[in-house]
């Protein structure tokens, strides 16, 4: 792809330079890892005390998202501010952008929010979706459930994750109920996709436009969260080339700049890929590229957020990333002491069901695609 023209702001940063990140979990720690190893610092921006990524970061603020002052103070602070979550408001991210560059921008953070605009987004830029339909009220929800059918899935427009703020509708499902139960609030009705698998596709763009993509990984969960990630899924290479592109066309089409992790179904019969969702921000499902990649998607994203060139995604081995919740980490000798086997901790103090608190990477030596 040819080179966009640089502006003064496109610049790579030199070593030396600060990272600004949004939240202070266990990604924004990643991700400051990884920063510390191409020299540069982090300044961690979250209202959490003590926050895990805390621990490896240069300088923390705490303080609410909607303090303006202590953002703008924050973004004087770095020479480019990045996140973690996806919920960073419009507001928040136009404070920062008045001073400091953000990235990715306030376009992918407005698009990855909305589930009606992500999905319209993905079918204008030619990107497979389930069939969906707006839902504003109780009449919008009956005439989609006749349109779309059932089993169809109802979802908030805003702020649901991990199968929250969802309902599903079969042919029992009182309409009020469903809408009731997620609160009345703004919504999409989704088609149900009957489908094999659940992959999905990190990837990469930088600021002068190059994109890479790390090899499909198959995901299963338990308990709406991530459980394992599988590399590679079992998908054929051609189905896994045309994931790799699907993710590259929605990078461009979105003009983004950093790691973004797409969730696809697949479906074995007729070989179909549908974009469910994308994330604007490194991603659970792509923790397997710590260990199985020589760039993982955390160093990835600071190379991109910084202006570098992307690095190379390639695979050199077999992974499969299983997530520690809750009390599973207290196994953390024995889960060190396997062979083959890298233990990622999270240093949070206090484990609770269903809290993510580290992870591990199972690897085995590598079976080309
Ligand atoms: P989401 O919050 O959109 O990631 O959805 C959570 C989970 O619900 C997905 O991982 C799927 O297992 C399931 N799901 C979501 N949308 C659909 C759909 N349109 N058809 C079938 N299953 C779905």
């Known amino acids: ?3 966009r023209e640089r502006r003064p702001q496109d610049a790579p940063l030199p070593p030396g330079s600060r990272i600004g990140i949004l ?16 020299g ?23 303080a609410p998202y909607e303090d303006d002052e202590a953002l703008a103070a924050f973004a004087d602070s770095v020479d480019v501010v990045t996140y973690e979550f996806e919920n960073v408001s419009e507001h928040a991210a136009a404070v920062l952008t008045a001073h400091v560059p953000v990235r990715p921008g306030a376009r992918a953070l407005a698009t990855a929010q909305d589930r009606l605009a992500e999905k319209t987004f993905l079918q204008e830029a030619g990107i497979a979706t389930a069939p969906f339909a707006k839902v504003d009220t109780l009449d919008d929800l009956e005439r989609a459930a006749e349109t779309l059918g059932r089993p169809s899935i109802l979802k908030t427009r805003r702020f649901g994750y991990d199968g929250k703020g969802q309902v599903k509708l079969d042919e029992s499902t009182d309409l009020k109920n469903a809408f009731d139960e997620i609160g009345g609030q703004p919504a999409i009705l989704e088609g149900f996709v009957p489908f094999t698998r659940e ?4 990837v990469a763009r930088a600021v002068d436009g190059s994109t890479a993509a790390y090899d499909p990984g198959e995901n299963v969960h338990k308990n709406h969260i991530l459980h394992t990630t599988t590399v590679p899924a079992a998908i054929a290479p051609p189905t896994a080339q045309a994931a790799l592109e699907i993710a590259q066309k929605l990078v461009t089409a ?4 950093g790691i973004m992790g797409v969730e696809m179904f697949h479906m074995d019969g007729d070989n179909t890929l549908i974009v469910n969702e994308f994330a604007p921000r490194v991603h659970n499902s792509g923790h397997w590229t710590q260990d199985g990649c020589a760039v993982s998607q955390f160093e990835q994203h600071i190379r991109a957020v910084a202006g570098w060139t992307l690095g190379n995604p390639a695979r050199h081995a077999d992974t499969v990333m299983t997530n520690l919740i809750g009390h599973d980490a207290d196994n953390w000798l024995a889960l060190a002491s396997e062979p083959g086997t890298r233990l990622h901790l999270y240093g949070k103090k206090e484990s609770r069901p269903g809290r993510k608190m580290g ?11």
């Open 1 to 3: 792809m040819a080179e």
């Open 199 to 202: 992959i999905s596709v990190i």
């Open 359 to 369: 992870h591990i990477n199972r690897l085995k030596p590598h079976t080309p695609r």
């Open 40 to 62: 540069f610092s982090c300044h961690i921006y979250c209202p959490e005390e003590n926050p895990p990524a805390g621990d490896v970061a240069a300088a923390v603020t705490t």
């Open 23 to 38: 939240g202070g979990g266990q990604l924004g720690r990643m991700l400051a890892v990884a920063a510390a190893e191409l």
């Open 254 to 257: 979105l003009d983004y700049v």
